[in-house]
Structure formats: C-alpha cells, structure tokens
C-alpha cells in the first residue's frame, strides 16, 4: 500500500488545545505534500473557518468542510455542495422548539442564529466566525437551502438530541455528534466520507490509497471509508475502537506520528 491522499480532520485532531497546529505536523504536511502526496483537511468547520488553517499549511487543493457537505478550494473554487432539503430544514426548526433548542443555519458561508446567546458565543469562540442573529428562522430558510444545521447544549443534551433527532426523522436525515456540545443535521448520505469519496475520485486516487485521520463520532464514516484508519488517542474508546489504528493524542502530535508511520516511512 502506498498512500497518496491523506484526510485530517481539525479540531482535537490537528489543532491542539490553543487550537494551533503544532511545528511537529506542519513539518509532516510538509515533507508529505513534497513527496507529492494530497493532503485534505476534512472537518465539520464552516469553509470561512477552515480556509485560513490550510492557507497556513501551504495547501491550495479541496477541502472537505461542513462534515462533507461542501467542497471547495482554498481558491473557493466549489466541487461539491448537498445542502439540507428546505422542507427537512424546516421540520427541524420545529423539532428545536419543541426539544427547548435552538438551531444554527449555514447558508452561503454564513453563521446564521436567531439570537446572540451563551451557547452561540462558546461556538463563535472555537470556530472564530461571527454570528449573524437574523431572529426569524423560517424567513431566513426561505433564501435557500442551509448546508448544514447545529445545536449546541450540554454533552448529556446532545445525546438526548441526536437520539431523538434519528427517531424522529429517519433516513430524512443525517445526525451526528462532532464535538461534546454539537450536534449537527445534514442532507441524507452526507459525510466527511462521501466527499472524501469524491476527493479521491476526482483527484483519481484509489480508496486502499487513502489514510485519514480523526477523533469523533463524526470521523467514524470517513475512518471506515479509508485504506487506513486512524484516531487519535484522545478520541472516544467508540472511535479508537473503529479505527484500524490509534496514535498519540492531539497535544502529543499524533497527526505528525501517523503521517511520519504510515506516509513518511
């Protein structure tokens, strides 16, 4: 096996608790694209947000952002966007007021809310996008389709909603778990895993051929996907367990270790 693409997920994967990337993997990105290997970041981040992380790494190829609902260049060239059907969209506005939530919308690369609050401004901190409180949800819907819709709660909300989200809406929707506090709807099939798919169609390389990397319930698909699967030690013992490997921990470089064992040597 010879790797020739390699997906990184961001947050808890390549960013460390400073949400920097260490010297470590810059120079492991750096050697692998040198040796002409892809590298993608793959992320559930906005691509406003993702974009100046792969400028930094040098990287001018796509980027899987959204959980894989939109790829672009860093260019912002688009290849690829499947946005949540507006009539689902709206459904889950009303399952976010009954459930005692709110929801934020991603429409055309905008941080979109129906009001500044606690919850808000703890994503706004991470992700580095401000938010745009637009107050009615449902007007907002009627300028397009959202490409990907978000809560954030507390850990124990979260799992309460992606549970109920799945009962309710099925093969309607696609839920998963990103962060401890985020749970995020996207359009059926949607994964990092099916633009990864997509990404390594086009570029033309084969599936055994691609590593990627990751730590969360989001990554599952795209690990599975990949010739080689790897999560970091600081993932889920569900993830780690999924994995066809697990390296060290996002604050002990383990985007550089599996990048150095399984691309470098």
């Given at each position: 096996?010879?790797i020739?693409l390699?997906?990184?997920?961001l947050d808890d994967?390549?960013l460390n608790e400073?949400?920097?990337?260490s ?5 492991a990105?750096?050697?692998?694209q040198?040796a ?5 970041l793959a992320t ?8 100046p ?9 796509p980027?899987i952002?959204y959980?894989?609902?939109?790829i672009k260049?860093?260019a912002g060239?688009?290849?690829w966007?499947?946005?949540v ?7 889950v506005l009303?399952?976010?007021q009954s459930?005692g939530?709110?929801?934020?919308c991603?429409?055309d690369d905008?941080?979109?809310?129906p009001r500044i609050?606690?919850?808000?401004r ?13 107050g009615?949800m449902?007007?907002?819907?009627s300028?397009?389709e ?11 909300a979260v799992?309460?909603w992606?549970a ?7 093969p309607?929707l696609?839920v998963t778990?990103s962060?401890p506090r985020f749970?995020?709807?996207l359009r059926?099939g ?22 990627a990397i990751?730590?969360?319930f989001n ?7 990949a010739g080689?699967?790897v999560a970091m030690g600081n993932?889920?013992p569900e ?6 490997h697990v390296?060290?921990?996002?604050v ?8 150095e064992?399984f691309?470098?040597?």
């Amino acid at each position: 096996m010879a790797i020739r693409l390699v997906a990184v997920d961001l947050d808890d994967t390549l960013l460390n608790e400073d949400l920097a990337i260490s010297p470590r993997s810059r120079r492991a990105i750096a050697r692998a694209q040198k040796a002409g290997i892809a590298v993608v970041l793959a992320t559930g981040r906005m691509f406003p947000s993702a974009r100046p992380y792969a400028l930094s790494l040098g990287l001018t190829g796509p980027l899987i952002t959204y959980n894989g609902a939109m790829i672009k260049t860093a260019a912002g060239n688009l290849w690829w966007h499947r946005p949540v059907p507006r009539d689902v969209a709206l459904e889950v506005l009303d399952w976010a007021q009954s459930a005692g939530g709110a929801v934020q919308c991603y429409l055309d690369d905008r941080l979109c809310v129906p009001r500044i609050t606690e919850e808000v401004r703890y994503y706004t901190e991470i992700a580095g996008i401000p938010a745009q409180a637009v107050g009615d949800m449902r007007r907002l819907l009627s300028e397009g389709e959202p490409t990907k819709m978000l809560s954030v709660g507390s850990p124990e909300a979260v799992r309460a909603w992606e549970a109920d989200l799945k009962a309710r809406f099925g093969p309607r929707l696609a839920v998963t778990i990103s962060k401890p506090r985020f749970v995020e709807m996207l359009r059926p099939g949607v994964s990092k895993a099916s633009a990864l798919a997509e990404v390594a169609r086009r570029l033309g390389v084969d599936r055994g051929d691609v590593l990627a990397i990751g730590d969360s319930f989001n990554d599952l698909e795209m690990l599975d996907w990949a010739g080689v699967g790897v999560a970091m030690g600081n993932a889920p013992p569900e993830v780690q367990a999924a994995a066809d490997h697990v390296v060290r921990s996002n604050v002990e470089e383990g985007v550089a270790e599996a990048i150095e064992r399984f691309v470098l040597n």
